[in-house]
Structures are given as structure tokens and as C-alpha cells.
């Protein structure tokens, strides 16, 4: 299958880190697919961890969850819910991944944020005793994005489930098993056969409402070894 890299990489600021194959993420990047339609009543398999995130920062979605005030939980909870329905108006089904306590994959990715997040702590005190503005990602991520995703997906009935360790096996072999699409930011996804990966952001008419077929960018092994 190939060898699992993540490198972390610490300046003074901020903290790098690059889950996956090395090299792959940047292949992804600059690697064209035909877009294909995602078929009615096919799962959409998320990695729930880095959803969170994705939903937190992500540009396309709008500006960048406020954190310096301990968290916007309901422009969270909005997004969180605003993505459920366009999935579910395109006709699939959200399932939603997350990662259990045993991480020893990601070790070094934790280690990664704990030190973002030391940083991250560092600029809040200077924002509360000083008045010092940086951007929102600068912040810590507040202590219940996760809670508040969970309760929002709960309210809204989508279906969860709570992995032993890492969700990648997990969403690999769902895929494998469903045909679904893994909808997450990890190149390792391209390692697992019969996997179907389709990065965050590239699904490409999500928001379109009068769209009646969900359009993807979809990676697998298989295209990669063509």
C-alpha cells in the first residue's frame, strides 16, 4: 500500500501538519478528475473529526467561525445542519464517522494541535488583557465544537457512529462494503482499494438548489495508478 507520513512542521506562529502519503496531498491538489454524479440513496461516509474543522474554517462556507469569544455554537450548528440538508436534497444519506480514544496513527497530528493550540491559548489571553486582534483561526478551536456538532447531527437524526480507534479504517471499509463515498481531508483514503474519497469542498454543486444531481470530484486507487 505504500508508507503513512504525517509531518508536522512548528514555527514561532504556527503549526503545520500533513496528514497521509507524502507528497500525495500535493498530487491530489494538482490532480484533474472528471466530475461524476453521486447516485440517489448512495451514503456520504464523514469523517466527522475533520468535518468539524472544515466547518469551523472554511472560506466557501462563509467567514471563519468566530473563537475569541469562546465560540459562535449556533453559526456552527447552522452550517453543521445547512450541509445535512443539501445532502439529504440531493438524495444521500449522511453517516457520520468519528474517532475513537486510541489515535496511535495520529499521534504526531494531536501532538501537531496541541502545540497550535498552546499557541492558539497564548493570543486569546492577549486578545482578553490587551485588546490584540488576530484571525479567528489564530484562536484555540473552543472545547465544544464537538459536542455541538453531535448534538446538532442528533437533532437532526443522522446516523453515528463512534469508532474504537482512527475512522479511517472504518470509512475505508464502508466504502468498500456500501459503494459510499468517504468525504473527508486525508490522502491515506487513496491507499485503501475499492475506496471511494471525495475531499471536502469537492462537492462541487452541494449549494446549488435547483441541482437535482449531486456533482463530485471522486479519487480512488485505481485512478491513481492509470
Known amino acids: 500500500f505504500g508508507i503513512l507520513v504525517t509531518t508536522t512542521t512548528t514555527t514561532h506562529t504556527h503549526t503545520h501538519t500533513t496528514m497521509g502519503v507524502k507528497g500525495l496531498a500535493y498530487l491530489l491538489k494538482n490532480w484533474e478528475v472528471a466530475p461524476e454524479a453521486l447516485p440517489r440513496g448512495s451514503q456520504i461516509l464523514i469523517d466527522g473529526s475533520g468535518w468539524q474543522y472544515y466547518l469551523l474554517d472554511t472560506p466557501s462556507l462563509g467567514e471563519p467561525v468566530r473563537r475569541d469569544l469562546g465560540g459562535d455554537f449556533r453559526e456552527l450548528a447552522r452550517r453543521a445542519e445547512r450541509e445535512i440538508a443539501m ?14 480514544h486510541r489515535r496511535r496513527l495520529k499521534a504526531e497530528t494531536m501532538a501537531g494541535r496541541t502545540v497550535k493550540r498552546e499557541f492558539g491559548e497564548e493570543k486569546l489571553h492577549s486578545f ?15 472545547p465544544l465544537v464537538t459536542s455541538q456538532v453531535k448534538h446538532a447531527l442528533q437533532r437532526l437524526g443522522v446516523k ?10 472504518d470509512l475505508a471499509l464502508a466504502s468498500q462494503q456500501t ?11 487513496l491507499l485503501f482499494k475499492d475506496c471511494k474519497y471525495v475531499k471536502f469542498a469537492n462537492m462541487l454543486n452541494l449549494y446549488d438548489e435547483s441541482s437535482d444531481e449531486l456533482m463530485a470530484n471522486v479519487f480512488t486507487r485505481s485512478k491513481l495508478a492509470c
Open 160 to 169: 453515528q457512529k463512534q469508532c474504537e480507534e482512527e475512522a479511517d479504517r
Open 128 to 142: 482578553c488583557i490587551d485588546g490584540a486582534v488576530y484571525s479567528q483561526p489564530e484562536y484555540p478551536v473552543p
Open 179 to 189: 459503494g459510499g463515498f468517504v468525504y473527508a481531508n486525508d490522502s491515506d483514503f
Open 87 to 100: 445532502f439529504r436534497k440531493h438524495g444521500v444519506e449522511p453517516i457520520v464517522y468519528w474517532d475513537g
